[in-house]
Antibody
Framework: QITLKESGPTLVKPTQTLTLTCTFS??????????VGWIRQPPGKALEWLAL???????RYSPSLKSRLTITKDTSKNQVVLTMTNMDPVDTATYYC??????????WGQGTLVTVSS | QSALTQPASVSGSPGQSITISCTGT?????????VSWYQQHPGKAPKLMIY???KRPSGVSNRFSGSKSGNTASLTISGLQAEDEADYYC??????????FGGGTKLTVL
């Protein structure tokens, strides 16, 4: 059974850097074809894909946010970390991580709400 | 990379069928058979319902089906049930390992 769980701060101030950790079980990020993605959802709004990291350490980012995002993995700890710099109130959202094969996401973590406010 | 276009809302009565469209471009939906669909109930994480355009994960009801024509993908739900009321999102591979989601569709079961 694959499970994922996001962790990190619930509140960050504008201009700060957000660091989120996705801790997973039930699969290995060293297995060919496997990836972990990050997706966010502002309150009442649509899903937005942020980043993907693959078993071979290939990393992909949303073109619109690429300059602010970094995704890394620690295979030994079964963790994927996403950092987003220069946070703004418009970045307030629920952030999800999800297991990925090809381009789909299944399953997803429960999500973590991050509020950006001074 | 623009979001895929979905209708904001659709509705149907129990037992009826509905279809949700997802329109992209020749750079995403039109070029790859890699459209996925997600169901999201309020306050819950999204759940994969369809992948590779028309395949259902284990455990997903066969009332859910997916298809594609040109730059538009579709999700059809037959035999609508009250529990199907939720938000639905499409997602497509857009080349270079980039992914794009749709704006979401709220399904109301009347």
């Amino acid at each position: 059974q694959i499970t994922l769980k996001e962790s990190g701060p619930t509140l960050v101030k504008p201009t700060q850097t957000l660091t989120l950790t996705c801790t997973f079980s039930g699969f290995s990020l060293s297995t060919s074809g496997v990836g972990v993605g990050w997706i966010r959802q502002p309150p009442g709004k649509a899903l937005e894909w942020l980043a993907l990291i693959y078993w071979d350490d290939d990393k992909r980012y949303s073109p619109s946010l690429k300059s602010r995002l970094t995704i890394t993995k620690d295979t030994s700890k079964n963790q994927v970390v996403l950092t987003m710099t220069n946070m703004d109130p418009v970045d307030t959202a629920t952030y999800y991580c999800a297991h990925s094969v090809e381009s789909w996401f299944d399953p997803w973590g429960q999500g973590t709400l991050v509020t950006v406010s001074s | 990379q623009s979001a895929l276009t979905q209708p904001a809302s659709v509705s149907g009565s129990p037992g009826q069928s509905i279809t949700i469209s997802c329109t992209g471009t020749s750079s995403d939906v039109g070029s790859y058979n890699l459209v996925s669909w997600y169901q999201q109930h309020p306050g819950k994480a999204p759940k994969l319902m369809i992948y590779e355009g028309s395949k259902r994960p284990s455990g997903v009801s066969n009332r859910f089906s997916g298809s594609k024509s040109g730059n538009t993908a579709s999700l059809t739900i037959s035999g609508l049930q009250a529990e199907d009321e939720a938000d639905y999102y499409c997602c497509s591979y857009a080349g270079s390992s980039v992914v794009v989601f749709g704006g979401g569709t709220k399904l109301t079961v009347l």
